[in-house]
């Protein structure tokens, strides 16, 4: 239970809901106690009539005051266990909604590293399936617990009142049943387990199966893929069918342990009144309503158990995730204004996951308003310069000065808000394309979304399209084209008109006449702005003021575009080498 500590927050948040939700289920179940002693009665009445010749008017005046406490017991019980159904398992919706909502607010504090070394699927069951699983200990785990309890002391106290030894003999069965249900339902959570398991496999396949479609099509890997998909099917029809054989068991076992139950009323029951032991034969037809109302919640308590030690498994889970600390850090409450001088400072950077030194004592800095551009073969460490810029990682050793104040005493928020990144691989969410250039800037009118597509150069294809703006975008909308998307997600860091720009490589799809266009425009609305290009292109960087060549982390060369043509190098040498290949095209 030490893990499910952490929900008690949730008991005192609901205690109200919950008290009335505990008053109600006593209610409830004692009304619904009142069944088995007034069927008791009737029989009562019909053996004095049979046995004593009642006059038919008492007979049917008792009979029929009987049957009206009955119906009017019922009404009442089934209205307070509607009631306690609204009581109990919206809580535990409540419970459940609080839980998934404090889960995604900590995925979204946690750093980039946490996704990297966390599988999606994982993220993802934790505010699924183990949420699921704790509410299930808030609301039914509840429910049928007070529903024992209350059910179990009241019926004892009347049971034991009429015929003590009776209804030992009757309870007798009963722990049976439920120590046979625990074992029971651990066996099914077992098999359960293996099938969800084996289900994640296979979506996850048949997912990665529809975004590959395209590559399965081109080298016909149909029969390959759907050998290995009937190859998964397979095992889930047979974990299936194993937890089946099991589930079958259940029921079975309670109409035999039911069945054993009234075999001992009937019989001692029986037994006792032939020898005058219990008075009334309506006590025999009251103690086996009361077994088959014992029953269910009997076996409730082990299905019950193996319900908290499941919903503790999950607790656990979403604990460790629950406790993680983010490792970048805001050390600072009070907004601090970013203007855009960088320097780096003998900066070296080694990801945790892969063991790679990305940046190797690189130093450089760029003045306010300047651009800066970054060549070098893949892999140099050019990506890893804007990330350390905009804190998804801190830097080993060596410092970052943003308006020379070392980078982790900036505000973490003003710092990210004053930075417009367009990523390598332009990201575009399921939405319209307007929607899409505003996330860098919510409040945006149209004709700021126009304007900043019109910079990014993406205005003339958007107004192509049918809907223009409001085409929507993603898996069921339209597909763009690799330059296309690029572009848009220029515009939206535009819009954003930040401080700082960050371009990776993000012109790569675009041909070299709108490449030279965009460069144009963005010269225009990154006037006072500081700009960081990275790219592979010449093209790309000649304008800028400063041009650095990484080769594994380090700086091997630096200056100008025309310093830089004038010196041997990685520099010229992809100059000469795109200056070839433009004059063949
Ligand atoms: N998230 C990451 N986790 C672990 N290693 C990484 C990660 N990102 C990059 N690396 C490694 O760090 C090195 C530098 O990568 P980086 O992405 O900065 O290079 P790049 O110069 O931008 O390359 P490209 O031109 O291909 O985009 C590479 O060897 C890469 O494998």
Not at 5 to 23: D, Q
Not at 153 to 173: D, E, H, R, S
Request: net charge neutral; proline share 2%.
């Amino acid at each position: 239970m030490k893990e499910l500590k952490r929900l008690n927050k949730y008991f005192k948040k609901y205690k109200y809901r919950l008290l009335l939700g505990v008053t109600i289920t006593i209610l409830a179940k004692v009304f619904a106690l009142f069944t088995p002693k007034l069927i008791g009665n009737s029989i009562n009445v019909v053996a004095k009539k049979l046995e004593e010749g009642d006059l038919y008017t008492t007979f049917k005046a008792d009979l029929g005051l009987n049957i009206l406490y009955l119906i009017g017991a019922a009404m009442v019980a089934g209205f307070f266990t509607f009631l306690m159904r609204q009581t109990i398992i919206n809580v535990s919706r409540y419970v459940e909604y609080d839980l998934k909502n404090e889960i995604y607010q900590q995925y979204q504090r946690l750093s980039l590293n946490f996704y990297k070394s966390n599988r999606t699927g994982d993220l993802m069951s934790r505010i699924t399936e183990d949420v699921s699983k704790v509410r299930m200990y808030f609301g039914p785990a509840i429910m049928y617990s007070l529903n024992m309890i209350t059910l179990f002391v009241v019926a004892l106290i009347y049971m034991l009142n009429k015929a003590p030894l009776l209804t030992l003999y009757t309870i007798l069965p009963l722990p049976i049943l439920s120590i046979s249900i625990y074992f029971l339902s651990k066996a099914i959570h077992k098999r359960s387990t293996l099938v969800q398991e084996n289900l994640s496999k296979l979506s996850a396949y048949t997912q990665e199966a529809f975004s590959g479609i395209s590559v399965i099509k081109a080298y016909t890997l149909e029969p390959r893929i759907n050998e290995s998909f009937n190859a998964i099917s397979v095992d889930q029809r047979q974990k299936y069918i194993n937890l089946t054989k099991i589930q079958a068991f259940f029921f079975p076992l309670m109409i035999l342990l039911i069945g054993v139950s009234n075999l001992l009323v009937i019989y001692i029951g029986g037994t006792q009144y032939i020898n005058g032991e219990i008075t009334e034969i309506g006590t025999i037809a009251e103690f086996i309503i009361y077994v088959n109302m014992l029953t269910w919640p009997v076996a409730a308590i082990g299905w019950v158990t193996s319900l908290v030690q499941e919903a503790e498994a999950s607790q656990k889970r979403i604990n460790s995730f629950l406790e993680l600390e983010p490792e970048i850090q805001n050390t600072v409450d009070e907004t601090t204004q970013i203007h855009g001088t960088i320097a780096f400072n003998n900066v070296t950077f080694t990801y945790p996951d892969t063991n790679i030194t990305a940046l190797n004592k690189l130093s450089f800095n760029i003045k306010l308003g300047e651009t800066l551009a970054i060549l070098g073969k893949t892999g140099s460490g050019k990506s890893t310069i804007l990330d350390l810029i905009g804190r998804l990682y801190d830097a080993d050793s060596g410092t970052i000065l943003i308006d020379d104040k070392p980078i982790d005493k900036l505000n973490l928020f003003n710092l990210r808000d004053s930075i417009g990144y367009v990523p390598q691989d332009a990201f575009l969410f399921s939405d319209t394309i307007k929607n899409n250039i505003r996330f860098g800037k919510e409040d945006a009118s149209d004709e700021q979304v126009i304007e900043a597509a019109k910079n990014a150069y993406v205005h003339e294809n958007i107004v192509g399209f049918s809907k223009d703006y409001d085409t929507i975008l993603g898996e069921r909308g339209l597909t763009l084209s690799g330059g296309q998307k690029q572009r848009i997600s220029i515009a939206r860091a535009i819009i954003k008109s930040p401080q700082i720009l960050l371009f990776d490589d993000c012109l790569s799809a675009v041909d070299t006449e709108t490449e030279e266009q965009i460069l144009k425009n963005l010269d225009k609305v990154s006037k006072s702005k500081t700009t960081i290009i990275v790219s592979h292109r010449i093209s790309s960087a000649k304008n800028a003021d400063q041009i650095i060549v990484l080769e594994d982390g380090k700086i091997i060369q630096e200056g100008n575009h025309v310093s830089l043509i004038n010196t041997e190098g990685y520099y010229k040498d992809l100059y000469l080498k795109q200056l070839s290949e433009k004059e063949i095209s």
